[in-house]
């Protein structure tokens, strides 16, 4: 098993920024990938961003340009650095972790951005 537990989340102005951190514990032994996902009230979950172990990205085009993922593997975190944030990105954001054929998610952290 693998838990993940994120930080991060809060209220922000538009334009403004925010950093997530997920960290992994566990029964880690090869994460294939690490990313984040978002959900806004009456939305499905959808891909924000991800990153596989040789360290490629990809990003949801809405938000690309202004955030960023990263991943520390010797302490198995991934981060999401959110740069000129919109009310639209307003949604709890899950860290997710694919290993072994698993996918396991954290419990969410809520991003609010508005006046």
């Known amino acids: 098993q693998v838990q993940l537990v994120e930080s991060g989340g809060g209220l922000v102005q538009p334009g403004g920024s925010l950093r997530l951190s997920c960290a992994a514990s566990g029964s880690i032994f090869n994460i294939a990938a690490m990313g984040w996902y978002r959900q806004a009230p009456g939305k499905q979950r959808e891909l924000v961003a991800i990153?596989?172990?040789?360290?490629?990205?990809n990003y949801a085009d809405s938000v690309k340009g202004r955030f960023t993922i990263s991943r520390d593997n010797a302490k198995n975190t991934v981060n999401l650095q959110m740069n000129s944030l919109k009310p639209k990105d307003t949604a709890v954001y899950y860290c997710?972790?694919?290993?072994?054929?698993?996918?396991?998610w954290g419990q969410g952290t809520q991003v609010t951005v508005s006046s």
């Open positions: 990153i596989i172990s040789g360290g490629s990205t």
């Open positions: 997710n972790v694919h290993q072994g054929g698993y996918v396991y």
